[in-house]
């Protein structure tokens, strides 16, 4: 059982590059999610999924776009980055029924910088 | 709009202290509230939930208390050790969302 997992763990791009980092959850949750976490600023929600097919916008959206076709594989997608992008992007997912519904489950993040 | 503030920002203590680490929040209307702790480099462990119906829940060393009316939850830390050297974070899921909040964390740390 590996909870939560994100790839990759570090990259480097150079704006206007594309790429898309994984998550991927092994515990058959409903809810997913993407944050990003910045110096002095906390988490920030940028989209999250209620299920397989389904996403929405959270606090923070715009730059990328997310896919789940997949009810354990939870995708954010950078189509052209830019340097205000620079920052560690944490997966996160839940179940949405049952003893532990609500607790939130963390991959180790992915630290992204962007020159 | 829902805030969440974490005072302080830092705080160093002497081994075996018992210490409280404050989460406020500005809309009283959650549905519940849970505590992460945050190794450097690393991913979030949650520690303690707490629903809205409740007033505190406890995870041996750790107990978490809420108090929606004056929007604040503080996690109380016994007999402090090294090893809970960490950053803590607190993060509001209020009613009728999906999202969660979060506040900007407490670094602590535990002198031996």
């Known amino acids: 059982n590996a909870g939560v997992t994100q790839t990759p763990k570090f990259r480097v791009l150079k704006t206007g590059q594309s790429m898309t980092l994984l998550c991927a959850q092994d515990?058959?949750?409903?809810?997913m999610y993407w944050y990003r976490q910045d110096p002095g600023m906390g988490l920030r929600l940028i989209h999250y999924?209620?299920?397989?097919?389904?996403?929405a916008k959270g606090e923070v959206p715009d730059g990328y776009n997310v896919s789940r076709l997949k009810k354990q594989n939870f995708l954010l997608g950078l189509e052209s980055a830019a340097p205000s992008q620079t920052s560690v992007y944490f997966c996160?997912?839940?179940?949405?029924?049952?003893?532990?519904?609500?607790?939130?489950?963390f991959g180790p993040g992915t630290r992204l910088t962007v020159t | 709009k829902q805030e969440v503030t974490q005072i302080p920002a830092a705080l160093s203590v002497p081994e075996g202290e018992n210490l409280v680490l404050n989460c406020s929040f500005t809309?009283?209307?959650?549905?519940?509230l849970q505590w992460f702790r945050q190794d450097p480099g690393k991913g979030l462990t949650s520690l303690l939930l707490?629903?809205?119906?409740?007033r505190e829940q406890t995870s041996g060393r750790l107990n978490a208390s809420l108090d929606k009316s004056s929007g604040r939850s503080t996690l109380y830390i016994a007999a402090s050790q090294p090893g809970d050297s960490a950053t803590y974070l607190c993060?509001?899921?209020?009613?009728?969302?999906?999202?969660?909040?979060f506040g900007t964390g407490t670094r602590l740390k535990v002198l031996a």
């Open positions: 809309d009283s209307a959650i549905y519940n």
């Open positions: 707490i629903q809205s119906s409740q």
């Open positions: 996160a997912s839940r179940r949405s029924t049952g003893t532990g519904a609500h607790e939130q489950y």
């Open positions: 993060a509001v899921r209020s009613g009728g969302t999906y999202k969660y909040i």
């Open positions: 515990m058959n949750h409903e809810y």
């Open positions: 999924s209620v299920g397989e097919g389904t996403t």
